[in-house]
C-alpha cells in the first residue's frame, strides 16, 4: 500500500463527533425521525452528506 492510501485507510469507517446544536434543531430532527421510523444519526449524516456535496460544486 502507497503512503497516500495508507493516510486515507481508516480502520473505523466512523469516528464519534460531538456538535451543539440548537434546541429547536434537535426538535424537528426527532419529530422527523419518530415520523418516517428513521435512525437520527442517519437523517444527520444524510442531511450534512446532501449539504457538503451541494456546497461542494459552488
Given at each position: 500500500m502507497?503512503?497516500?492510501k495508507a493516510k486515507?485507510?481508516?480502520?473505523?469507517?466512523?469516528?464519534?463527533?460531538?456538535?451543539?446544536i440548537p434546541c429547536r434543531l434537535v426538535e424537528r430532527i426527532e419529530a422527523h425521525a419518530k415520523a418516517t421510523g428513521a435512525d437520527i444519526t442517519g437523517i444527520i449524516i444524510e442531511a450534512l452528506d446532501i449539504f457538503l456535496r451541494e456546497h461542494k460544486n459552488r
Open positions: 502507497t503512503a497516500d486515507d485507510h481508516c480502520t473505523d469507517p466512523t469516528q464519534e463527533l460531538s456538535v451543539k
